[in-house]
């Protein structure tokens, strides 16, 4: 985080300054270690076991917060006789088709519930069609709620001891994370271990909260939501969710990448994470919101959500007697991602594509593939500051170098568009802790320089011109589209503001909306993403507010618009035990007020604002009607927060550790090796996977690599590579290695190494640290080589990109690649040039024996 | 100049008569650095802002001086950064204003070897006909009998580093034209 975030970190720094105590968990030593009070090196890839452990501490030690896990938790919930454990099965979940490799999730659900929905089928049960809605990164449109779990009331154990409760089924999936099992499997000392798992015991609690802070390296494996989930398990355990001072914070490494989540530019969601809808037949408006609401809780509302985003889509063109244009959405049948829209450029299928600040020549898993994608369109367009390598790579690529490319016979057409800096324009960015930020424009864009908003309003609009007198059906939803934005000034730059609003929604007058509980789903009001409601309040820019942090409370509600409702811990009916009273006057946030009968504290309280905190609702009562006085987590389809997941997620409904899909060693836990629904990728020549531990040629690439970033640059380096200062600080791409890898590998620190994996060569300088020690793993010593992935041929900061090295193996819910954890060989000396280069790829593929087969097996 | 303003200028004489001792603030002035003026202090204008690099959202002030950017500091007044701004941020100014950046569409036509010039109004033309062109190419009404009514000829990728307004046209002009394979760096 010192590294990474280091503005942010201040607070970490705050905190120990006040006594608390800094754990860091990372392979490399960082500037994060360095003022930490233990610094926790394990093996890349081995989070599971490590958070398993402490989770099975928890339990053997009866350290959880009890009336918080009884109360607020799905730990009473019973379970169908139907599930089994990976306990039960060797490292899968009931439920496993080996052909289609996928789950079916019916076993998982909570006793007591009809799954089949008694009006129409629900998306997730729908046999046909499940391994394309499984694939569809389904799992990932969660983002601000948890599944849809069927009809009808769970049975429960308030006394957590029936054995099919969530609890005991808990109890018995970690019982063999044992500290002995930890130091095996993430090489971690027993003892280090139990002081990582005591600091946080003794510091959760009533009277204390333990927080966790990752970078999104943890999602960047084949089983990276289950990382967060394992993380998830232990805190809502410990009752550290929905309380001051604890959460598991996502630090996220873009401007607005939260806010690009929330309005996504993402293949499988809709603003505000409704599901783009998957093909069925006969699928309509009804037919959808019955599949993906849910009975309980704000998903219930769902249809208010839709409907009011289609009014801000298609305005006076959706009516009642259309659907509100519901048909006018595309269809989904599988994956669309970024990784299977390359297969597709490669394909032919795919013939036109936007790069809009991203560089994924460089910046994307697989940059060589990348590359070939782009080679085979019509036509590419690259806005941007800078000539970045997805520019340029048609001149100067690696692929020109080693002749695998000829620019004369690349057919791509490329416009270079440049684009305006934040200082050029209006506009806000959601932060990563869901806060909306306006940034003001200072000056116009200079020359051709122009904003994506002003970009997209000008293409659609010549677009509708140059169809207006189509008279066919497929161009109905783009000539019926609401397009009207006012512009302004010498460059008609589309009014920001106005698009903010827009986003807000409008009541049937044409009037700002305050609170996404006005929506409503009759085509009266109109809402562009119904998370951001109430973000132009009163039609005030709440984004733009900038009361000074010392002229308000610690929650500082003035400063900027966080959603939902402004909102700045999400779930905070939980920092109040059940009768409504904070569980600790220390860590009081907000409280039951009976006098005035409502809730009150110090931040918006997230939750029906009268209702009592004994309030029990009737049996027919749905949506938020449903919702008891003690059910905090709103927006779950049972008002707890899961232990243990029913519904929803792709690969299990709780987290199993599972070795990468290259790894070293052999899974210690289970005889499942990797995540058995990992999403693979069709094979290619340039995506070859290493064998892993017991596979013949396993030992050709006997290290693990993991890669991450530096605090003097930005991600793939577009908007840094071109900095002087920044150049200076950091000027060319390294590789950081142990003294002992060092000697083991005539490596010599300022020399060069060369990094070789079953996709392709990179070379580096080589820092030789005990930054990156090497441990010792199932008895075995085991080096790691640390690659910050910045790097490309352009700009003034230069060298090979470490995405090079990665592969297109995708954990199954979100369909984001494995960077974090791949295996690779690394030798002395500057990589070959030309075809040698190639060459020697082919060379290390051959000696391991690598085939498209290798490590697809289950 | 008098004997005494001259030793009364002389640095290590203030140190140790003023109330400077460790000379490190007033006392280690000089006539010299007297004169230097911070660049912000003859700014016209400080606009509000916030860093374009990391999700921490810290707070930034944007000098502007003769309709020009002069400097980007952080905002004191921001509770997220409290005025602090990383190696990233405090180089905002030459991301923004620095000689590597492009005011020029440039063009590279199939098979060509070099960029041309190309003007935006043509730039954009030309694009909006290849839009249309590459989405009627892939257009599928529907797929394995089931209505699907998109096209898999066109694609984007990018929006993380962008404003949720932007993002917010981004995805609903796509998916108006029917593009699904719309995308950004939070997949990565």
Redo the contacts between chains.
């Keep these: 985080m010192a590294e990474c975030h280091p503005v942010g970190f201040q607070w970490v720094m705050e905190a120990k300054a006040r006594g608390a105590k800094l754990v860091h968990v990372d392979p490399r030593f960082t500037r994060t270690s360095a003022v930490a009070d233990a610094h926790v090196p394990l093996r890349a890839g081995s989070d599971i076991a490590f958070l398993g452990g402490i989770v099975n501490y928890v339990l053997q030690n009866e350290k959880y917060f009890r009336d918080y896990v009884v109360a607020y938790t799905n730990a009473p919930m019973i379970l169908s006789e139907d599930f089994r454990d990976t306990e039960d099965l060797d490292g899968v979940f009931s439920g496993f088709d080996p052909e289609k490799r996928v789950y079916d999730h019916t076993t998982w659900r909570y006793a007591g519930m009809n799954v089949q929905s008694a009006a129409g089928e629900r998306d997730m049960q729908w046999d046909e069609r499940a391994p394309a809605v499984s694939e569809a990164g389904r799992g990932e449109a969660h983002g601000s709620g948890g599944a849809a779990i069927g009809e009808g009331t769970p049975e429960r154990d308030l006394t957590l001891e029936h054995p099919r409760c969530v609890f005991q089924v808990l109890k018995r999936h970690y019982s063999r994370y044992t500290p002995e099992m930890v130091e095996r499997i993430c090489g971690v000392s027993q003892d280090r271990f139990r002081e990582v798992c005591e600091l946080i015991a003794e510091n959760s609690g009533p009277d204390r909260t333990t927080a966790f802070a990752y970078a999104v390296g943890w999602t960047q494996h084949t089983v990276g939501v289950q990382y967060i989930r394992t993380a998830a398990i232990l805190q809502s355990l410990l009752g550290n969710i929905g309380r001051p001072g604890g959460g598991i914070l996502a630090l996220r490494g873009h401007a607005s990448i939260q806010g690009s989540t929330d309005i996504p530019t993402l293949f499988n969601l809709l603003p505000g994470y409704i599901p783009m809808p998957h093909a069925h037949t006969n699928e309509n408006l009804d037919a959808f919101v019955q599949a993906e609401s849910a009975e309980k809780g704000f998903w219930g509302n769902m249809r208010s959500y839709i409907v009011s985003l289609l009014k801000a889509y298609w305005g006076d063109a959706a009516t009642q007697d259309n659907d509100f244009c519901f048909d006018y959405l595309p269809r989904l049948t599988g994956s669309h991602s970024t990784y299977e829209t390359v297969m597709a450029q490669i394909n032919g299928l795919c013939k036109g594509y936007f790069l809009m600040g991203e560089n994924p020549a460089v910046g994307s898993a697989n940059a060589k593939l990348q590359r070939l994608g782009m080679a085979n369109l019509d036509w590419l367009v690259v806005r941007d500051f800078s000539l970045i390598e997805s520019a340029t790579w048609w001149k100067d690529g690696p692929e020109i170098e080693t002749g695998e490319m000829r620019t004369e016979d690349i057919g791509t057409e490329v416009f270079f568009m440049p684009a305006a800096t934040h200082t050029e324009k209006d506009g806000s960015f959601t932060n990563t802790q869901r806060m909306l930020q306006w940034h003001h424009q200072a000056v116009e864009p200079a020359g051709e320089a122009r904003s994506e908003l002003w970009f997209m309003y000008h293409l659609g609009r010549i677009i509708r011109e140059k169809l207006a007198a189509s008279t066919e059906e497929m161009d109905r939803p783009l000539l019926d589209l609401a397009w009207d934005y006012p512009t302004q000034g010498r460059l008609d730059e589309p009014d920001a503001e106005a698009v903010l609003a827009e986003i807000n929604g409008r009541d049937a007058d044409g009037n700002p909306l305050s609170s996404y509980t006005q929506l409503k789903d009759d085509g009266s009001t109109s809402c562009g993403c119904w998370i951001y409601c109430g973000c132009y309040a009163d039609g005030v820019n709440q984004p733009a507010r900038r009361k000074p942090g010392s002229e308000q409370s610690w929650v500082a509600p003035e400063w900027g618009w966080a959603w939902p409702m402004n909102r700045r811990v999400l779930y905070n009916r939980a920092s109040a035990d059940p009768d409504g009273n904070p569980w600790s006057e220390r860590k009081a946030l907000v409280w039951w007020d009976a006098d005035k009968g409502k809730w009150t504290g110090h931040d918006v309280p997230d939750f029906v604002a009268d209702r009592p905190p004994d309030y029990q609702p009737p049996d027919d009562a749905t949506g938020p009607d449903a919702l008891a006085g003690d059910d905090p987590f709103i927006m779950q389809a049972d008002g707890k927060a899961w232990l243990y997941v029913p519904a929803g997620l792709t690969d299990g409904p709780l987290p199993a550790h599972y070795e990468p899909q290259e790894s070293p060693f052999t899974n210690a836990l289970y005889g499942q090796q990797r995540n058995p629904v990992r999403h693979l990728l069709p094979p290619h020549p340039d995506d070859r996977f290493a064998p892993s531990d017991g596979a013949p040629g396993a030992d050709v690439f006997p290290f693990v690599a993991t890669t991450y970033r530096l605090t003097e640059h930005h991600t793939a380096g577009g908007m840094s590579r071109w900095q002087p200062y920044l150049a200076e600080l950091q000027p060319e791409f390294f590789c950081e290695v142990s003294p002992e890898l060092a000697a083991e590998r005539d490596l010599e620190h300022g020399g060069w190494a060369t990094i070789v994996s079953p996709r392709n060569v990179v070379e580096a300088r080589v820092l030789v640290t005990d930054r990156m020690a090497p441990l010792t793993v199932d008895g075995l010593t085991l080096h790691q080589v640390g690659l910050p992935y910045h790097w490309g041929p352009n700009g003034y900061s230069r060298g090979d990109a470490a995405n090079e090295l990665l592969h297109l193996a995708l954990d199954p819910n979100t369909h984001i690649q494995e960077a974090k954890a791949l295996a690779v060989d690394i030798r002395p000396g500057r990589r070959p040039r030309g075809r040698d280069a190639a060459a020697l790829v082919r060379e290390y593929r051959e000696r391991a024996g690598i085939t498209a087969d290798t490590g697809t097996e289950l | 100049m008098g004997v005494r303003t001259w030793i009364g200028s002389w640095p290590v004489y203030r140190q140790f008569t003023g109330d400077d001792p460790l000379g490190r603030g007033a006392a280690a002035k000089s006539a010299g650095s007297e004169r230097i003026k911070a660049r912000v202090s003859t700014a016209d204008?400080v606009?509000?802002?916030?860093?374009?690099?990391?999700?921490?959202?810290?707070?930034?002030d944007?000098y502007?001086q003769d309709?020009?950017?002069t400097q980007?500091e952080g905002d004191?007044?921001?509770?997220?950064?409290?005025g602090?701004?990383?190696?990233?941020?405090?180089?905002?100014l030459?991301?923004?204003t620095?000689s590597?950046?492009?005011?020029?569409?440039?063009?590279?036509?199939?098979?060509?070897?070099?960029?041309e010039p190309?003007?935006?109004d043509t730039?954009?033309?030309?694009?909006?006909?290849?839009?249309?062109e590459?989405r009627r190419?892939?257009?599928q009404?529907e797929?394995?009998?089931?209505?699907?009514?998109?096209?898999?000829?066109?694609?984007?990728?990018?929006?993380?580093?962008?404003?949720?307004?932007?993002?917010?046209?981004?995805?609903?002009?796509f998916?108006?034209?029917?593009?699904?394979?719309?995308?950004?760096?939070?997949?990565?």
């Design positions: 204008k606009v509000k802002s916030v860093c374009p690099y990391c999700a921490v959202g810290c707070g930034q944007v502007v309709g020009k950017v980007i004191p007044d921001s509770p997220v950064s409290r602090r701004l990383c190696p990233k941020g405090s180089a905002s030459q991301l923004t620095g590597a950046r492009e005011y020029r569409v440039l063009y590279r036509r199939p098979h060509g070897t070099e960029w190309l003007d935006l730039a954009m033309d030309m694009i909006a006909d290849r839009v249309i590459a190419q892939g257009w009404q797929e394995d009998g089931v209505r699907v009514r998109r096209t898999l000829g066109l694609a984007s990728l990018g929006g993380a580093t962008l404003d949720n307004e932007e993002n917010y046209l981004i995805k609903k002009l998916t108006a034209l029917g593009a699904v394979q719309i995308e950004n760096q939070a997949r990565i």
